[in-house]
């Protein structure tokens, strides 16, 4: 499912093209891409139509396009587990999965088309009110007010989060991936995250001190900023950027996917330690026993 650094590099990829363009008339290619509209598929189309588009934004995975005119709204674009935007010209090919096409011309006064392109449909576009973010007060999609601040956000603190990490009685993978807490981090950068640290996915948050929290947290931010200057991880062609190029982050994981092989850090110091694969929340963690032990 694509994370944080996937997601930014998305809203990175659409903003060239979308800041400042006139929608045209959306085009639906299957409904179902659309089954979370507010007031129906029709009122959306209906609200796009001649809307002029502002900048993309993102709160962790969550993505939006305010709209200039009519002020105060937005089109939420959720990724789901395969979602893609493509920018493409109106003329070319459709893609298979297809479920969106919206024209835009942009402020050099170029036609082009969003597409939405979705194999397994769990992800979708909807219209929504933008609210005041209860933390920060900036302008957020009402469905996404609950999304907490993510590690790249300005106004994310590692230290407070991690000292309120303490007074729950949960692991610290179940608080990584809790997005009310902290966002944008999905099951790849949390082993990451967990590896670089050195902390057992498992370890409670009550014996996990401060400073160890904060340092999880840190990885976090660390690691998500090095998978965006690659363009993401991809492991297939289900996520790619708008213009259909897969990002390279997948050959600098340290822990994530590498099931069987030598610890990096463990193989640099002489240690045996490999990579293992443990069951976690109806998915998997990737740990390496000897350097990341439970306390």
Known sequence: MPELPEAEVVRRGMEPYVAGAVAGRLHVCDVRALRRCSDGPAALAELLDGAVLARPQRRGKFLWVPLQSPRGRAVVVHLGMSGQIRVDDPGREHQRHLRLRLPVRGADGVLRELRFVDQ??????????????????????????????????????????????????????????????????????????????????????????????????????????????????????????????????????????????????????????RILRVAFMNRASHLCPVCQRRR
């Open 120 to 273: 397994r449909l769990f992800g979708g576009w909807w219209d929504d009110e933008l609210t005041p973010c209860p933390v920060t007060g900036e302008p957020i999609p009402a469905t996404a007010a609950h999304i907490a601040l993510d590690p790249l956000h300005p106004g994310f603190d590692s230290r407070a989060v991690a000292a309120g990490w303490r007074s729950r009685r949960t692991a610290v993978k179940r608080a990584l991936l809790d997005q009310s807490v902290v966002s944008g981090i999905g099951n790849i950068y949390a082993d990451e995250a967990l590896w670089a640290a050195r902390v057992h996915p498992e370890q409670s948050l009550q014996r996990l001190s401060v400073a160890r929290g904060t340092a999880v947290l840190d990885a976090a931010a660390d690691v998500m900023r090095r998978a965006l200057a690659v363009g993401g991880t991809s492991f297939d062609a289900l996520y790619v950027n708008v213009e259909g190029r897969s990002g390279y982050f997948a050959r600098s994981l340290n822990a994530y996917g590498r099931t069987g092989e030598p610890c990096p850090r463990c193989l640099r110091s002489g240690r045996d330690g």
